[in-house]
């Protein structure tokens, strides 16, 4: 007889039924997508969630404020500050770089992120912590090539301080594979996100690409974002996965990204051994 899975919720009661009940504790999961697809308003509610379950949670920012995470939490009633007052959330600002602030990172250097989320989690003390990494694109945006060698460090120290981590990553086909491709390559769970313009409106759209030790929904599911609610699965789409994928002449432009990535840091004699 199989062990049970011991699930968490994200917080959005639709993605929790294609999930099956919930993302397994200690998992890395990725969450990808263009901007605005909702990955930031998805991590809100992953750590909301556990919050209100009485867990601790850890929330990185890089493209938003700390102010500005609190003020959007609070516009789908979710009390942050209250929860950092109460010791139970650090939201660490990578954006700011206040030298007086305690919880703020100087620079964009992938060791010092992992330093400072495990002073966070001794600050929080024992037990099993939510976090959120939102988003680790910000880490690479100059070397994009790192992508893969940052995803797997961080996944690789974290893994041992009994977390179980969102990190979302986002992509634009201007920035070929190395915007997001690093943190899929090492998660335990692909969690994408997508829009498009239906009959003249913005549609968004989820669907789980990979999630390990677990069954889940292969449909496209739309999605909407309320205000004073947060997420909100609508249903299954009509959308095809391959309709949610990417458009062939983009995914090529991509490969031959990823191609002349490989001979800038391998050269050709390493590529033609393997």
Same mark, same amino acid.
């Given at each position: 007889?199989?062990?049970?899975?011991?699930?968490?919720?994200?917080?959005?009661?639709?993605?929790?039924?294609?999930?099956?009940?919930?993302?397994?504790?200690?998992?890395?999961?990725?969450?990808?997508?263009?901007?605005?697809?909702?990955?930031? /308003?998805? @991590?809100?509610?992953?750590?909301?969630?556990?919050?209100?379950?009485?867990?601790?949670?850890?929330?990185?920012?890089?493209?938003?404020?700390?102010?500005?995470?609190?003020?959007?939490?609070?516009?789908?009633?979710?009390?942050?500050? =209250?929860?950092?007052?109460?010791?139970?959330?650090?939201?660490?600002?990578?954006?700011?770089?206040?030298?007086?602030?305690?919880?703020?990172?100087?620079?964009?250097?992938?060791?010092?992120? /992992?330093?400072?989320?495990?002073?966070?989690?001794?600050?929080?003390?024992?037990?099993?912590?939510?976090?959120?990494?939102?988003?680790?694109?910000?880490?690479?945006?100059?070397?994009?090539?790192m992508a893969r060698k940052y995803s797997?460090?961080?996944?690789?120290?974290?893994?041992?301080?009994?977390?179980?981590?969102?990190?979302?990553?986002?992509? @634009?086909?201007?920035?070929?594979?190395?915007?997001?491709?690093?943190?899929?390559?090492? @998660?335990?769970?692909?969690?994408?996100?997508?829009?498009?313009?239906?009959?003249?409106?913005?549609?968004?759209?989820?669907?789980?690409?990979?999630?390990? =030790?677990?069954?889940?929904?292969?449909?496209?599911?739309?999605?909407?974002?309320?205000?004073?609610?947060?997420?909100?699965?609508?249903?299954?789409?009509?959308?095809?996965?391959?309709?949610?994928?990417?458009?062939?002449?983009?995914?090529?432009?991509?490969?031959?990204?990823?191609?002349?990535?490989?001979?800038?840091?391998?050269?050709?004699?390493?590529?033609?051994?393997e």
């Amino acid at each position: 007889m199989s062990t049970p899975v011991e699930r968490l919720s994200t917080g959005v009661s639709g993605i929790d039924e294609i999930l099956r009940g919930g993302i397994p504790k200690g998992f890395t999961v990725a969450v990808v997508g263009e901007p605005g697809t909702g990955k930031t /308003v998805f @991590a809100l509610h992953f750590v909301n969630a556990g919050l209100v379950n009485g867990e601790k949670a850890i929330y990185v920012t890089t493209e938003e404020s700390r102010a500005s995470i609190i003020r959007q939490a609070a516009a789908f009633n979710m009390d942050f500050l =209250q929860a950092i007052n109460r010791g139970d959330l650090v939201v660490i600002d990578a954006l700011m770089g206040d030298r007086g602030d305690a919880w703020s990172l100087r620079d964009l250097d992938v060791e010092e992120l /992992v330093n400072m989320v495990i002073e966070a989690k001794k600050y929080l003390g024992h037990g099993h912590t939510r976090l959120v990494i939102d988003s680790m694109s910000a880490f690479w945006l100059d070397k994009p090539a790192m992508a893969r060698k940052y995803s797997y460090h961080v996944k690789r120290v974290l893994s041992k301080w009994d977390f179980t981590t969102v990190l979302t990553s986002q992509y @634009a086909v201007t920035t070929s594979l190395g915007f997001g491709f690093g943190v899929e390559h090492v @998660a335990d769970g692909i969690i994408r996100f997508r829009k498009r313009l239906v009959g003249g409106y913005l549609k968004r759209f989820v669907v789980i690409e990979k999630m390990r =030790q677990t069954d889940h929904d292969k449909r496209v599911f739309e999605i909407d974002i309320v205000d004073g609610k947060g997420m909100v699965v609508v249903g299954p789409h009509a959308l095809s996965r391959g309709d949610f994928a990417l458009p062939a002449p983009v995914m090529r432009k991509m490969l031959e990204a990823e191609l002349r990535k490989n001979l800038e840091l391998y050269g050709d004699e390493e590529l033609e051994e393997e």
